[in-house]
């Protein structure tokens, strides 16, 4: 999909958008379960699929929810701080070269950073959504206003 603007081509690929040949921002589309904690940055992270155009640190990120669709809405901008890529098993959460992580405590502080309210609530919906075990990116990002002061 291509579309013309004043600034030159902008061309939509897997949710960036591409200005002149460069990456400009990346898409983050999320589910209306989790939009008043990004919007309030309770959640600051998301784990998603492997992207064929992967989010960069340092990246800027807009967050919204009902991407490509009417009732599509932002809820705030981010700037990328950490990409890690993780696997999610039955019983544990693997950061890829970093740590495992088996116990109960830090499986629910991690479900808790991605809005869930507990590590089994978080496993059951990826097993719902994707199945397990789930590989994918980790996404960390803080909450931007204006020109990248924190809100």
């Not at 978080?122 to 994918?136: A, L, N, Q, S, T």
Request: charged letters at 30%.
């Amino acid at each position: 999909m291509e579309y013309r603007n004043l600034n030159g081509l902008i061309d939509f690929r897997e949710n960036k958008i591409f200005m002149r040949g460069e990456i400009s921002m990346a898409l983050l589309g999320f589910q209306k379960e989790f939009a008043e904690l990004v919007r309030t940055g309770q959640k600051t992270q998301t784990i998603r699929t492997l992207r064929k155009y992967p989010v960069k640190v340092g990246e800027r990120l807009y967050l919204y929810v009902g991407l490509r669709t009417k009732k599509c809405e932002k809820l705030g901008e981010g700037i990328c701080t950490r990409i890690m890529e993780i696997q999610i098993n039955k019983n544990s959460v693997v950061e890829v070269n970093c740590v495992l992580y088996p116990n109960i405590d830090h499986l629910d502080k991690r479900a808790h950073d991605d809005g869930f309210s507990s590590w089994e609530e978080m496993r059951d919906w990826f097993d719902k959504m994707h199945g397990i075990p789930f590989e994918g990116v980790l996404i960390k990002w803080y909450l931007v206003k204006g020109e990248d002061k924190h809100e």
